[in-house]
């Protein structure tokens, strides 16, 4: 079998338009050549050469041959056609979460990599440009921390200076739980106050969210394999979305003005403007599912016992953990009377998403990240509730309640999320729990923690993974100790 000429395998191969405009752009750049020293070299007209780079005029293969014989280029490489490697990377690129929601048939993308192959030049350049920088600005937060804004630690800062408490949307709270049991539950009142109909519709139709309004038919939307709880708290999530707006805003705009920002302006102060809108609203619908005083007469009543509560309401062990964190009520001039507690969620990974103080502990800004805390481990006994008595450097004990919980779900192969939960209060409030009934705090021997390691200065603590700020190693290789980071006693 004999090889066809060049000439003819490479008419073969443009039988169809070719367009190569940013190629030989980019040549022509690389060679110092201007436009009419091209048209000259390649003996045709300077405005055939601007056009050739605009894509308005393809490529013949006579002139492809020309441009091999007068710059010594490979005819293979140049007449290669770079439009399916775009449309792959294109593809690729345009799958980052980043795009989501925004409607780019294949087709588009096809047509973009075939002819704009100096736009899909320019996109893959800037999604490179962008990771980098994404990666780059990820590493400079772990290590500056705090030098740089945080728009979730801002709003964790916002909930801890008010304990958690809020009693305005409490008492917005008490009047909707009032009126919602009149009606019999949340859909029914939404009916009836809002002409909004419930349903309850399967996965695949609701495409990946659990809750959504359609304001044009006035519906409110649920997938049909939440748990029943979770049911109740987006009910009542829509209910305080319509009721309870303006008082959300009010005291988000607060903080807006404390960051110097607000909901409408940019940067990490919209950012945390919005969590706090996000988290007032929670607390709300919370309040709702368990009204203040109701719930705190229960939570006495049960002497603290989480899953005991939770069975009175109907709520999730989260759920009712999370309104523990909210029994800040004033009672004259005295406090509410009740523990306060520090709350925490975290993933497997150590990941904080959830940080909730309403008593003014230490936790509060940085806590939860000594893995010597059972909330790292209670991932081996799922759904058992683990308890433990912690010891901080500083001599201060407390009384802690851990427990992994469950997200997401609701059928085989659905994703589904396991964190662990823990509540913590003083070690002189445990005897009031049912976890710790009749035990002496000061007797009980208790784990030493630390808030994290960077703000840790135990010296012994075999479980260290940073040493402490201000803090220098031991500069000594004839031995080595026990604990993985020996410290400096200077």
């Known amino acids: 079998m004999t090889t066809p000429p060049a000439s003819l395998s490479l008419a073969g191969r443009t039988a169809r338009p070719l367009y190569m405009g ?68 294109l593809t690729e690129i345009l799958r980052d979460p980043i795009f989501a929601g925004i409607d780019m048939p294949a087709l588009e993308v096809a047509d973009l990599a075939t002819s704009f192959p100096g736009m899909s030049e320019a996109l893959l350049r800037l999604y490179g440009a962008y990771t980098r920088e994404q990666a780059a600005l990820a590493d400079r937060q772990a290590e500056l921390g705090a030098g740089l804004p945080d728009p979730v630690a801002e709003a964790r800062r916002f909930l801890a200076a008010h304990r958690n408490h809020f009693p305005a949307l409490e008492a917005s709270a008490e009047t909707l739980a009032a009126a919602i049991a009149r009606e019999g539950d949340g859909a029914a009142w939404l009916a009836r106050h809002h002409g909004i109909r419930t349903r309850f519709l399967p996965p695949y139709v609701m495409m990946g969210s659990m809750r959504r309004f359609d304001r044009h038919n006035r519906q409110l939307l649920l997938d049909e394999g939440l748990y ?10 829509q209910i305080v979305w319509h009721e309870c707006r303006a008082q959300i805003t009010e005291i988000a705009r607060a903080m807006g003005d404390e960051l110097g920002g607000d909901e409408h302006a ?14 007032l609203a929670s607390y709300t619908a919370g309040a709702i599912l368990m009204p203040y005083d109701r719930f ?5 009543e049960r002497a603290y016992d989480i899953e005991a509560v939770a069975r009175v309401f109907g709520t999730s062990f989260e759920q009712t953990a999370h309104r523990f964190t909210t029994l800040g009520r004033p009672n004259g001039q005295n406090a509410s009377g009740h523990v306060p507690f520090f709350f925490i969620r975290v993933d497997g990974a ?62 085989y ?7 662990a939960v823990a509540l913590a209060c003083a070690a002189e409030h445990a005897p009031r729990l049912a976890y710790a009934q009749g035990l002496n705090p000061r007797s009980v021997p208790a784990t030493p923690i630390g808030i994290t390691c960077r703000l840790c200065h135990r010296p012994d603590c075999i479980a260290r993974a940073l040493p402490p700020i201000g803090r220098d190693l031991m500069p000594d290789d004839t031995s080595r100790s026990a604990t993985p980071l020996g410290l400096d006693e200077g």
């Open 22 to 89: 940013p190629r030989i752009k980019r040549l022509r750049r690389e060679l110092g050549l201007t436009q009419q020293a091209m048209a000259s070299d390649l003996e045709i007209s300077p405005s055939y050469v601007a056009l050739m780079e605009r894509n308005q005029r393809p490529v013949t293969a006579d002139l492809l041959l020309r441009l091999a014989r007068t710059y010594q280029l490979d005819m293979s490489e140049l007449a290669a056609d770079d439009s399916a490697d775009y449309n792959r990377r």
């Open 228 to 237: 029943p709880a979770t049911r109740a708290f987006q009910i009542a999530l």
């Open 266 to 279: 940019e940067g990490p102060a919209r950012t945390a403007v919005h969590l706090v809108k996000r988290a």
């Open 296 to 300: 705190a007469r229960v939570v006495e």
């Open 350 to 411: 150590g990941n904080v998403s959830k940080r909730l103080d309403g008593a003014g502990f230490p936790f509060a800004a940085h806590g939860g990240g000594c893995p010597l805390w059972s909330v790292h481990q209670v991932f081996a006994t799922p759904l058992q509730v683990v308890t433990q008595w912690l010891e901080l450097p500083d001599g201060q004990r407390f009384f802690s309640i851990a427990r992994t919980v469950e997200a997401g779900g609701g059928g």
């Open 413 to 419: 192969n659905r994703p589904r999320a396991i964190r």
